[in-house]
């Protein structure tokens, strides 16, 4: 569960708000409301005198945005939908959480959901025609369950000609569920078929 921060005046709110919402559009009224310790009805009076939309509308001007084209991927092979790209610098993508990516007894989601989201958007964000995950060391912070929504933002943190080291952290409603750092080669054609993919993964 997410722990509401301490309750601010209505103008501090406010603008931890729109704050908030500029770095993480897709976060609900729910959540919000959660985030502030407020009502639900409070934080849509909040987005009415800010003049910010409902999420449907945020997510319509989040997919307008010209995106850079993914090239080390499909888009059919990202797992989420990417919202944010900027090629070399930083990704977000969105996932939410159904009855196939959930263990049917405890509606918790499989690990490995919420491992190929990050590790699908550290190649996306790298900016080669190959781009193969050389290691990456995670940590699950929290169980994921059924019905939330995961946002993964990658960043990349270090890079050059022949690789980058990339830093995906996944929350919900703002609270970080995962974290991982990846290093992506930039890899030719030719050496894909020996590198096999995902060399080791370290879990910390």
């Known amino acids: 569960m997410v722990v509401a921060i301490r309750r601010l005046p209505k103008r501090e709110r406010q603008k931890a708000l729109m704050a908030l919402l ?24 909040d987005r009415l005198e800010l003049g910010i939309p409902e999420l449907r509308e945020r997510l319509k001007d989040v997919a307008r945005r010209q995106l850079d084209p993914i090239r080390s991927l499909r888009q059919d092979e990202v ?9 070399d610098r930083y990704a977000i993508s ?9 263990f049917a007894r405890t509606g918790i989601a499989r690990g490995h959901h919420i491992f190929a ?12 025609e190959v781009a193969l995950t050389a290691s990456a060391r995670i940590r699950f912070v929290r169980p994921v369950y059924r019905g939330e929504r995961l ?8 890079s050059d000609p022949e690789r980058n080291r990339v830093r995906v952290e996944t929350r919900v409603g703002g609270e970080l ?5 990846f290093t992506v ?3 030719a054609r030719d050496a894909q078929r020996e590198a096999g993919g995902i060399a080791d993964a370290d879990r910390h």
């Open 185 to 187: 080669y930039r890899a």
């Open 117 to 128: 989201q990050a590790n699908s958007l550290a190649v996306a964000v790298t900016d080669a």
């Open 151 to 158: 946002v993964a933002k990658a960043t990349v943190v270090a």
């Open 94 to 102: 969105i996932l939410d959480i159904g009855d196939g990516h959930v």
């Open 22 to 45: 500029d770095e993480n559009p897709v976060l609900t009224d729910e959540e919000l409301a959660q985030r502030f310790g407020v009502s639900v009805q409070t934080i849509r009076l």
């Open 177 to 181: 569920v995962f974290s991982g750092t």
């Open 79 to 87: 797992i989420g939908e990417i919202v944010d790209l900027e090629l």
